[in-house]
């Protein structure tokens, strides 16, 4: 009985030692007033302005060239694959003797080349319509392809447009096999014209995506089909600024940026915010902007 009664009085003691701490806490600690808390928060949070900018991308259209090594690669397997690959049944598939037999055996002749001789030895020479290779095969004429259900097949277009010959940096299809992004050439911040990203300023109650697609359109014109990859910021830029340009603009500028494609269309800007634009890959942006507005984006740009 004893024992029990110690136990029950040490464990209303030591919940009592347990709770004091909470009751003086709260007896000492004063609730603060909401319009201290307001002026508080106000003196201590900083004046800034936002905008919203696009890094508008246009993907490459063509494949990369291979490399000296992606080719030894390539040629290396397709030897392994001709050697182990089993004689095709030819006398299964084509009549014997007939056109597409003959066919056929010429352009096996041309893979086996290809494998196992480089393509320094495939030499395709302008024939006429009754003419024969060197192998002794007719060359079928256009006039024979179509009478056996086939189309002539037309050559590849080639890989360097005439934008690239001619220079022309407005041009869409200008270096197929890079990444290009769209610079404007407009006013900034302190009214100076420079090449930037399309950015504009945010409304009330606009989120950073809402804001870069309406600003995106009113530079850029709305003859675009674009695609904002996604609803957060992939970099931020803060120019450093004089007091007196902060009390200008209303406090400290920071522009996000984010990430868009394009999908069809062109710019059409109005000639009036935005006097120029130029598709550039990353290498040819960096000569192009300032050295601290380079220096923010230049990690979220592709070196490809």
Same mark, same amino acid.
């Given at each position: 009985?004893?024992?029990?009664? @110690?136990? +029950? @009085?040490?464990? !209303?003691?030591?919940?009592?030692?347990?709770?004091?701490?909470? =009751? +003086?806490?709260?007896?000492?600690?004063?609730?603060?007033?909401? %319009?201290? +808390?307001?002026?508080?928060?106000?003196?201590?949070?900083?004046? @800034?302005?936002?905008?919203?900018?696009?890094?508008?991308?246009?993907?490459?259209? *063509?494949?990369?060239?291979?490399? %000296?090594?992606?080719?030894?690669?390539?040629?290396?397997?397709?030897?392994?694959?001709?050697? %182990?690959?089993?004689?095709?049944?030819?006398?299964?598939?084509?009549?014997?003797?007939?056109?597409?037999?003959?066919?056929?055996?010429?352009?096996?002749?041309? =893979?086996?080349?290809?494998?196992?001789?480089?393509?320094? *030895?495939?030499?395709?020479?302008?024939?006429?319509? &009754?003419?024969?290779?060197?192998?002794?095969?007719?060359? &079928?004429?256009?006039?024979?392809?179509?009478?056996?259900?086939?189309?002539?097949?037309?050559?590849?277009?080639?890989?360097? !447009?005439?934008?690239?010959?001619?220079?022309?940096?407005?041009?869409?299809?200008?270096?197929?096999?890079?990444?290009?992004?769209?610079?404007?050439?407009?006013?900034? !911040?302190?009214?100076?014209?420079?090449?930037?990203?399309?950015?504009?300023? *945010?409304?009330?109650?606009?989120? *950073? !995506?809402?804001?870069?697609?309406?600003?995106?359109?009113?530079?850029?014109?709305?003859?675009?089909?674009?695609?904002?990859?996604?609803?957060?910021?992939?970099?931020?830029?803060?120019?450093?600024l004089p007091e007196s340009t902060k009390k200008a603009l209303g406090g400290e500028l920071y522009t996000f940026f984010l990430k868009a494609h394009i999908l069809a269309g062109q710019v059409r800007p109005d000639g009036k915010n935005v006097t120029d634009f130029a598709w550039?890959?990353?290498?040819?942006?960096?000569?192009?902007?300032?050295?601290?507005?380079? &220096?923010?984006?230049?990690?979220?740009?592709?070196?490809?």
């Amino acid at each position: 009985m004893w024992s029990r009664n @110690v136990a +029950s @009085v040490c464990r !209303h003691r030591t919940r009592g030692c347990l709770r004091a701490p909470s =009751r +003086s806490l709260a007896s000492v600690a004063e609730t603060p007033s909401p %319009l201290a +808390s307001s002026s508080t928060s106000d003196a201590s949070t900083p004046n @800034v302005v936002l905008n919203a900018a696009v890094i508008l991308n246009r993907s490459p259209i *063509l494949t990369r060239t291979p490399t %000296l090594f992606e080719r030894a690669y390539y040629a290396y397997q397709s030897r392994i694959r001709r050697a %182990l690959f089993n004689p095709f049944p030819t006398d299964f598939y084509f009549k014997t003797g007939s056109l597409l037999e003959k066919k056929f055996a010429k352009e096996e002749k041309l =893979r086996e080349r290809e494998a196992f001789g480089g393509p320094w *030895l495939l030499k395709r020479r302008k024939t006429g319509p &009754a003419a024969m290779d060197e192998d002794g095969i007719l060359i &079928a004429s256009t006039d024979q392809m179509e009478n056996i259900g086939e189309e002539p097949v037309d050559p590849p277009a080639p890989r360097i !447009h005439e934008a690239d010959k001619t220079g022309d940096v407005k041009s869409l299809d200008r270096a197929g096999e890079r990444n290009l992004y769209l610079l404007v050439r407009a006013k900034d !911040h302190t009214g100076k014209q420079v090449w930037r990203f399309p950015q504009g300023g *945010l409304q009330e109650g606009e989120l *950073l !995506h809402q804001a870069a697609l309406r600003d995106l359109q009113a530079e850029c014109g709305i003859n675009m089909d674009t695609w904002i990859v996604g609803k957060k910021p992939i970099a931020v830029y803060q120019p450093s600024l004089p007091e007196s340009t902060k009390k200008a603009l209303g406090g400290e500028l920071y522009t996000f940026f984010l990430k868009a494609h394009i999908l069809a269309g062109q710019v059409r800007p109005d000639g009036k915010n935005v006097t120029d634009f130029a598709w550039l890959t990353k290498q040819e942006i960096e000569p192009w902007v300032e050295k601290d507005y380079w &220096a923010s984006v230049k990690d979220i740009l592709s070196d490809f």
